[in-house]
């Protein structure tokens, strides 16, 4: 039994490129982009796309505007070429798209592939074969020589049938499979023998594969910068990534390829494909989105591309996947939360976009600011604020938030679970008795005296424990004559030490939101809120709500759940 099974493995050797350049490159623009979802996307599925399911992928692909898009595997089977068909047959391709469909160096397979082909206006056919050392040897049975020989038969052949058919327009895609586990010179073989075949000048893609992916992305770069030197300035030449992700690095090694010379770029939408998929062609475009490069494809309903792309594959796409994902914009942490608001609201339209933790602006992609923030246990009190204000319009005093996220806190303690905005406003309305009957029901006030001397009294009717009161109160104005009357009924001191009020809501449905903070008995101090249509009614609402706080507590709970902690503003 192998004690030690790294020593099954050994290390991929870098290729020792002295004089690389890729580091300092910087990507200024987006390459092409080719979407092979209906081809290596597809070979990968428990269950491959039936007909309609496929047509639903394409059509998503030209809504999102690839221009080059690999359809399928038309010698596979019966339902690929018959798609292939009916794409060409109904008409479906747009005059700016252009189809690609694989084959392998098999004779009998290409010679159905471009039989497939007839009558479309444009196609690139993609012909591959493996060259690394283990696929000649094991798969194959063949020498180096022998490789070529496949390749220039195989390319000779897709040369002759597509000249038989000039009402097409032909391009040549050739991808030396494995390429990323080969040795550079045969690989640059196997491309110059295809170039040779296919006829030097004319259009061909030589599409350069981790088919799986073997090191980390830096020594792919280094390979293609490799290449790059070699094929990069040959007429006709286009070079092309195709990575894979099974070190999870397919975003990392596509984006250096294209720093070290590539010009175009296959992968699937959210990285579906064999093993742990294709690259993620949406994490790559959106990444070159957030450097202020536009990718040229539209991802602004990302979630509408996601239920399609899920349908279509009948797989579930994750909720932490970069930029899809359900909770990829989402902050339950209470640092991040508190960072978060604070940017919102120094934010303003047309700023660049710095908000903390949201490396894009979540609508840019169709996603609203809502689930931005959630709160659970391990948020504070910037979140819950947060929630109130954008859901209820309650904009609460920071000595309040630090009140009222310590009573969340305790129910958070007790049930464990997430909570929503309106599990939230439930909370606040019950804690700040929002919804009671208590309060001044009838009110008249008289001012006596003039300027700073002028005093406040007030007469009117409390409602208080479902019992009406006469009260009379003079003070400096109504919140103090209220709070003294108020003290005389219920037999408490209370003195008003902080106030803020504002409007909520618009138009005819407006009220007022007032928020007192008020020390009682010189032993507590607590916050009161109240809501009306009239703003001297909320405040001494407010007064109402604090006191009965202060009245509701029981001996046990004061014991049980210690008031809750002023802080310094
Ligand atoms: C990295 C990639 O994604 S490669 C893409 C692979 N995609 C697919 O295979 C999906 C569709 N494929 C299929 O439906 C089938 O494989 C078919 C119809 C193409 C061929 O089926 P079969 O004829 O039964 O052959 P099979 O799939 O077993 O292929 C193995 C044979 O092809 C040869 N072969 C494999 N790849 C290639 C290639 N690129 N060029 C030439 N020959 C190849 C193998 O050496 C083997 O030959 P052998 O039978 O003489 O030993
Ligand atoms: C480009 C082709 C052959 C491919 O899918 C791969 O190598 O992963
Ligand atoms: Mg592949």
């Not at 000039?166 to 895609?173: I, R």
Request: one cysteine or more; aromatic letters at 8%.
């Amino acid at each position: 039994m192998l004690k030690q099974p790294a020593t099954k493995y050994r290390p991929f050797a870098p290729i020792g490129l002295q004089d690389r350049t890729w580091p300092d490159a910087v990507l200024t623009e987006a390459p092409i982009w080719l979407s092979t979802d209906l081809r290596d996307g597809n070979q990968a599925l428990v269950e491959p796309m039936d007909a309609a399911r496929k047509l639903r992928m394409f059509e998503l692909l030209l809504s999102i505007g690839f221009k080059q898009i690999e359809v399928g595997f038309p010698a596979a089977s019966q339902i690929e070429y018959d798609f292939l068909r009916k794409l060409i047959d109904e008409k479906r391709i747009p005059d700016d798209v252009t189809i690609q469909v694989m084959t392998p160096a098999r004779e009998e397979l290409i010679a159905r592939t471009i039989e497939a082909l007839r009558g479309a206006p444009r196609a690139i056919v993609h012909v591959y074969n493996a060259v690394a050392p283990a696929w000649r040897e094991v798969v194959f049975g063949m020498t180096v020589p022998q490789v070529m020989e496949l390749v220039a038969r195989s390319v000779t052949q897709v040369r002759r049938l597509t000249d038989a058919a000039p009402q097409t327009v032909w391009t040549l895609q050739y991808s030396p499979e494995t390429f990323s586990l080969t040795e550079l010179e045969v690989s640059a073989q196997a491309c110059e023998t295809a170039i040779a075949a296919w006829g030097e000048g004319r259009p061909i893609i030589l599409n350069l594969p981790t088919t799986v992916e073997n090191a980390t992305p830096n020594v792919f770069a280094d390979q293609i910068e490799w290449m790059s030197r070699r094929f990069g300035q040959r007429p006709g030449v286009v070079l092309s990534v195709h990575p894979h992700n099974d070190r999870g690095t397919g975003t990392a090694a596509a984006e250096l390829a294209l720093m070290a010379g590539a010009h175009r770029v296959e992968g699937c939408l959210f990285g579906n494909g064999e093993r742990t998929g294709n690259l993620d062609i949406v994490n790559v475009a959106l990444n070159l989105y957030t450097q202020g490069v536009s990718p040229g494809l539209d991802f602004s309903n990302i979630d509408e591309i996601r239920a399609t792309v899920e349908h279509c594959n009948q797989l579930p796409v994750h909720p932490r996947h970069p930029y899809v994902g359900d909770l990829v914009y989402t902050s339950f942490s209470g640092s991040h939360q508190d960072a978060i608001r604070k940017a919102f609201a120094a934010h303003e339209a047309g700023d660049i976009w710095e908000i903390p933790y949201l490396p894009i602006d979540p609508k840019d992609l169709g996603r609203s600011y809502e689930a931005v923030i959630r709160v659970n246990s391990q948020s504070g009190k910037g979140g819950m604020a947060y929630l109130l204000e954008s859901e209820y319009g309650l904009a609460l005093p920071r000595r309040l938030q630090i009140e009222f996220s310590q009573i969340v806190q305790r129910v958070m303690d007790v049930q464990g679970k997430e909570l929503s905005a309106s599990d939230l406003w439930q909370i606040f309305r019950d804690e700040y008795r929002l919804d009671t009957e208590d309060g001044l029901q009838h009110r008249v006030q008289e001012v006596q005296g003039s300027g700073i001397d002028a005093v406040t009294v007030l007469h009117g009717e409390l409602r208080w424990r479902g019992e009406a009161h006469a009260i009379r109160g003079r003070g400096t104005g109504p919140i103090d004559a209220f709070s003294r009357a108020l003290g005389e009924v219920c037999g408490h001191a209370i003195r008003v030490v902080d106030y803020h009020q504002h409007a909520m809501g618009a138009g005819a449905d407006a009220r007022s939101v007032a928020y007192v903070e008020m020390r009682v008995d010189d032993s507590r101090t607590l916050f009161g809120v109240g809501v009306d249509a009239d703003t001297t009614a909320a405040a001494l609402a407010a007064v109402v709500s604090g006191l009965a706080r202060v009245a509701d507590r029981s001996p046990e709970q004061a014991q049980s759940q210690p008031e809750p902690v002023a802080v310094a503003a």
